[in-house]
Each structure stands twice: as C-alpha cells, then as structure tokens.
C-alpha cells in the first residue's frame, strides 16, 4: 500500500476526497483495506457476530420506490401479511435459538389499525420471552409519537435505510411526492435519536447514476449523524421495477460487490464502536459476500426466519438468496460459515451499540 493511503488511514483523515480515493482501490492495495477494517474489528469488539432474526412480516407497502421489488404498484408481487400467531412463533424461534434479537420489518404502512397492532406485538413478544429478547424495528418513516409508542412498548433498534445522502440522488430513486420526501426522511433518523433508540441507517452500493463522490459523502453524513448501527449493501435490480430500465448504466455486478466491501471496511476504521451488518445483498452477488463483508468488520448478521412459505414473496431484489430454506436450515449453515472464518456467535446477547453508550 502506498504510504499516502496508510498515512491517511492512520491519521483518520477522512476528507470526501481521501474517501473517495481509497473507495476506489482494488487489487492488493484493496487486500489491504479490508484488513485493516477486519483488524480493527477484532481489537476494538472482538471476534463475536450477533444475530438477529429478521421476519419479513408483509409485503404490504404504501411506498412506491422505483428499486424495490414490493413497491404498491407492483401487480405481479402476491401480497401477504404473516397473521399475530406466526410472528410469535418466530419470535420464540429467535428465542429458543439464543439469537438474542428480532428484527420486525414489512412494506410501510402508517395506518392507526398498524400502529395499534405493532404496539401489541411488540408487548406480546416482550411479556413472552420474558423480556429478554431484544426488538429492532424496520418498518420506515412513521410520526414522531409513533415511534416514542412503540420505544415504550419494547422496541429499542431501529433501521432506516436513508438509501442515499445526496438529496437529488434520493429524488432519482423515489417517485417526487411527499411520500417519498428526502426531508422527511432525514427528520425520522433525528425524531427517531430523540426517542431513545440506538438508530441504524446505511445506503445501497452502486445505484444508477451513484459515484464514489455520491458513496464518500453517504460515509460522511453516516459519521456526522453520530449513527449506531449500519445495514448496507449492493444494488441489485429487479425487472419488475422503474430503475430496472436503466440497464446500460448499471455498474458491474462485481465492482457494485467489491465496492461494497470497501464501504464497509472504511465505516469500521471511521467508527470502530459502530454495529455494522453482514446484508444479504452481498451474498446475492458472491456466495461467501456475507463472510468477506464480515472480514472487512462487519459484526451482525440477520438470519432469515420468515415462515419459508413467505420468504419467496418478499423479494426486494431477485435471486435473493435463503428464500427457499427453513429458519433451522439457515441457523446451522450460519454457525458453520462463521467457523470456518474464526468467528463466534455472540449467542444471548442484544449486542448493542457500543456506540450508542456513547452519544448518548
Ligand atoms: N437492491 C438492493 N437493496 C434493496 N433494497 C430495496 N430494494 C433493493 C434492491 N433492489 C433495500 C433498501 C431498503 C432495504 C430494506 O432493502 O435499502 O431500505
Ligand atoms: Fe415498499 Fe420498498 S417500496 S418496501
């Protein structure tokens, strides 16, 4: 690695245009970069990964974002909503597995009938496991009364994708209407903090019309905004949405993955205390992309634990993988792909943000 770059990784320097320079980097200068994020992991949080469990309770969604696979206007996607009984059931999976958490997420909706039942649920699953299973919520853009109920209620994650922090990109992406209002967006991640929970955001990796720039300035505002946790991932397209048209300008499957690999490795070194997951996505575009984002510091990762019945329905992207395996299936082949990369399962544990103990 030439010395520049380690100068500016060893004196956390992080202007955009340093950023967007070692974003760039492949090869053995790459290598290197993702070692460093892998190390720095290591020393800072240790060799532990957390689970979470993510049910995909509904595909049901009010938005209409031209990436998403569930968008309303998308005809072709079976519509399902998993009944109070079978979120449970998963719940008491996560549970019984010692994954230690849950990830609730589903289409947006802001319904008061919504609201009401995920204050229940979230009751219900608290008094069931006898408080001892963390509860994340990904369930978008909501009033700031809605999220302090359901904090209240036992939800203490939450993850909001801004998708992008350069305003004009978000505006590409979604159609330009106040459901779809980049401000919005900013001000749920602030009313969100003020409600007390640790507040995950993250971007997708090598959209359509996206540049380094656009990447290094998403690292920027991710570090400005004090973040506790990040999810982010690759781009993948789906046919049957408005940005799959955009065919002549998608980045190659493999710089969109290897991108993504530096985004995660740069996050680590920039905000060692952070929870940073290991996203699906990865794996969608390279079998062990879950590993190798783990490698580079990622220290969550989201089994798949949606009854398997459903999981075929909730296809934001295509050739999502685990669609077709139980929620058994998916827990044994995780323990043994994290062996084989010397990590553990932080069984029993919410594994929070350190970084939230932090700023707050
Ligand atoms: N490719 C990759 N990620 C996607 N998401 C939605 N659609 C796609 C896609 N086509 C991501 C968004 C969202 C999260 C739940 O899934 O970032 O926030
Ligand atoms: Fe609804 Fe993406 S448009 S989840």
Known sequence: MKSTIRNIISTADWTAENLEKLLALRGEEQKELLGMGGETLLNK????VYYRGLVEFSNVCTKDCYYCGIRKSNRNTERYDLSDDAILEAARFAHEHKYG??????????DPAFVERIDQL????KSETNGELGITLSLGE????TYRRWFESGAHRYLLRI????????HQLHPNDEKHDFKKRLQCLRDLQKAGYQTGTGVMIGVPG??????AADLLFMKNFDIDMVGMGPYIEHEETPLYVKKNQLWPLQERFLTSLNMVALLRLMMPDINIAATTAMQT??????????QAGANVIMPNITPSNQRRNYLLYQNKPCTDEGADDCSNCLSIRLEMIGRVPGYDQWGDSEHFFRRT
């Open 142 to 145: 909501q009033s700031a009364e």
């Open 101 to 110: 958490s849950l990830v609730l997420q589903s289409g947006e909706r802001d």
């Open 163 to 170: 998708e992008t922090s350069d305003e004009s990109l978000y």
């Open 210 to 215: 996206q540049t380094l720039k656009h990447l």
């Open 285 to 294: 575009i390279d079998p062990v992309g879950r590993e190798k984002a783990m």
């Open 122 to 125: 979230l009751k219900k699953i």
């Open 45 to 48: 949080r240790g060799n532990e």
